[in-house]
């Protein structure tokens, strides 16, 4: 038996505090649907926030980013 095809992604904060949640959907289900956009509580603002979601490789490259260099700068 083959496992369904899922894509996962982040739940980001519109905050910009860069809390995220992590979530997955099924791709076959899903064809033609908008994004998901969420109220969740974020810790780092301690309250409740609108979430949108992103694609996981996306975001990772771009927090990865900006960490090198932060990194670089310290």
Same mark, same amino acid.
């Given at each position: 038996?083959?496992?369904?095809?899922?894509?996962?992604?982040?739940?980001?904060?519109?905050?910009?505090?860069?809390?995220?949640?992590?979530?997955?959907?099924? @791709? /076959?289900?899903?064809?033609? %649907? &908008?994004?998901?956009?969420?109220? !969740?509580?974020?810790?780092?603002?301690?309250?409740?926030?609108?979430?949108?979601?992103?694609?996981?490789?996306?975001?990772? @490259? /771009?927090?990865?980013?900006? %960490? &090198?260099?932060?990194?670089?700068? !310290?």
């Amino acid at each position: 038996m083959a496992k369904a095809a899922k894509e996962t992604f982040f739940l980001v904060s519109s905050e910009g505090t860069g809390f995220f949640y992590t979530n997955r959907k099924n @791709k /076959k289900k899903g064809k033609g %649907e &908008s994004k998901l956009k969420v109220r !969740k509580y974020d810790p780092v603002a301690r309250k409740h926030v609108l979430f949108e979601d992103r694609k996981l490789s996306k975001l990772k @490259k /771009k927090y990865q980013a900006s %960490e &090198s260099t932060d990194a670089k700068s !310290k």
